[in-house]
């Protein structure tokens, strides 16, 4: 099966369905994460996007309901001035947090290597999003992002944020 939006798999070819770590793995590994970037005073866990790699960034949302500051380290590529990333939950059906309170406060920040930036976001459709879309193909790590993508019961949102 393909993910809405993603290019059919040629058939007859022998496809390994996608396979990811169990739910403790992911949340450690986000844990981890943070916890590099706090511990080293942001000198490890973000970096910059190469044509090959996706980027890491920090970005920062205000809770939908709660109202209080919420932080997450996303990946992300450049797209002319806009940054691009993909609202998933660790290939997890439900939404993230984050995505969930950008759609109800567009406006936000990021944390680059190089600086802040104010941005605000919106979900890429159509054309927007198959071009985007097709760029996550490229990057290391993400060759079976269909197959992944298929793993959720809804369209994977690739959220652009453009400069504020």
Do not use: C
């Not at 080293?40 to 973000?46: E, Y």
């Not at 932080?71 to 995505?99: K, R």
């Amino acid at each position: 099966m393909n993910a809405p939006g993603s290019a059919p798999r040629p058939t007859g070819q022998p496809h390994d369905p996608a396979r990811i770590p169990p739910r403790w793995f992911i949340r450690t590994a986000w844990v981890v994460h943070r916890g590099l970037y706090r511990v080293t005073g942001g000198r490890v866990g973000l970096r910059h996007p190469s044509p090959t790699v996706y980027g890491m960034m920090r970005l920062h949302t205000v809770g939908r309901r709660s109202g209080s500051p919420r932080v997450a380290i996303v990946g992300y590529f450049e797209d002319g001035p806009d940054l691009v990333t993909l609202a998933m939950n660790g290939w997890g059906d439900p939404p993230p947090a984050w995505w969930l309170n950008l759609k109800a406060r567009p406006a936000a920040s990021v944390n680059l290597p190089d600086g802040t930036r104010a941005v605000l976001a919106h979900e890429a459709t159509g054309a927007e999003r198959e071009r985007l879309w097709a760029v996550w193909r490229t990057l290391e790590g993400d060759a079976d992002l269909d197959a992944y993508a298929a793993l959720r019961s809804r369209e994977t949102p690739v959220v652009v944020l453009a400069p504020a």
